[in-house]
């Protein structure tokens, strides 16, 4: 994808301009780069090709959407995936397995998921179905469905017929960090491994407090990285494959030899880390799908170390 995607970047650049030029982000840095992103362009040239799931509001996805997309609500992504619990980590896939046979989804197909631009919601399904055990492509519609409504892309209206399908769902805890996963790479005096809190400066110090928990800061030896800095939000669409190096490698001190982890309060935000390092190379980068609402419950007494306070930890602000 990311090998098309070049060469479709590439023809973009040769066009001379005018009124009728597609929007910006209509071929993008990212997609020509990453194996995991396309863009609009790619998108027109290979509608039939792929599954497409829309992660935006139901009543957005009604009113227009890419033909052939299908509804992935992230009620069923936050809800009945997984969750923390007294005996360990437990996952439910089945509601998201149906919502995905519903879509003629099977396991080995390549699926492009779309919401209104780049964000959170979007990366976070696209963690889902690798954690889920997904063995096709899904890739990011960098820019989303604003970039492809303003570049005259094919749209349609109303739900599509559900499909009959069965989807085969194989968790694969190996890009899931849970909390004993984390746990066991931190101690008082900081962290084993590279733990990006993906949070406002705020909430990494424990002064914007959210939620009813328990206490509220950082993992002990987390560096904070908020998740808006690897965005571009005027074009809505991820920053360029040299910005990203230059936040999360340079700046951030990352190697891909590395095995990292990312949280936020919900996984959500989280999951736009674990994508960007995924897509930079990194072998084995996992969300802790509990993050701060799980970790905030525990106690220190039972190995869940924490640091609060503000200018803590360190921050990494170099597209704040």
Do not use: K
């Amino acid at each position: 994808m990311a090998s098309a995607g070049a060469a479709i970047a590439a023809t973009a650049g040769c066009l001379g301009a005018t009124d009728d030029d597609p929007p910006e982000a209509y071929t993008t840095p990212a997609a020509a780069e990453f194996d995991g992103v396309v863009d609009s362009q790619w998108l027109t040239e290979n509608l039939d090709d792929v599954h497409l799931l829309d992660v935006r509001e139901e009543e957005a996805f009604l009113d227009a959407r890419v033909p052939g997309a299908y509804h992935f609500p992230n009620s069923e992504m936050l809800d009945s995936y997984a969750e923390e619990t007294a005996d360990g980590f437990e996952a439910s896939p089945d509601a998201i397995a149906w919502t995905l046979a519903e879509a003629g989804i099977e396991s080995g197909d390549d699926v492009v998921v779309y919401g209104a631009e780049s964000n959170l919601w979007e990366t976070y399904a696209i963690y889902t179905l690798n954690a889920l055990g997904h063995e096709g492509q899904v890739s990011l519609l960098d820019g989303g469905f604003s970039v492809w409504d303003a570049g005259d892309g094919e749209t349609t209206t109303g739900s599509p017929e559900a499909q009959e399908g069965e989807y085969e769902a194989e968790v694969d805890t190996g890009v899931v960090a849970t909390r004993e996963f984390l746990a066991g790479n931190v101690d008082e005096d900081g962290a084993a491994i590279p733990i990006l809190d993906m949070r406002s400066p705020e909430e990494y110090w424990g002064v914007d407090e959210r939620g009813d928990l328990d206490r509220f800061g950082h993992v002990t030896g987390a560096t904070n990285l908020n998740f808006v800095q690897s965005i571009d939000d005027e074009a809505g669409r991820l920053r360029s494959p040299e910005d990203l190096e230059t936040l999360w490698i340079d700046d951030a001190g990352l190697s891909s030899d590395e095995t990292a982890v990312a949280y936020c309060q919900t996984a959500i935000r989280a999951s736009v880390g674990w994508f960007v390092l995924d897509q930079l190379g990194f072998d084995d980068v996992r969300n802790y799908e509990g993050s701060w609402a799980d970790w905030g419950t525990l106690s220190e007494d039972d190995g869940y170390y924490y640091t609060t306070g503000e200018d803590t930890g360190t921050v990494v602000d170099t597209f704040a």
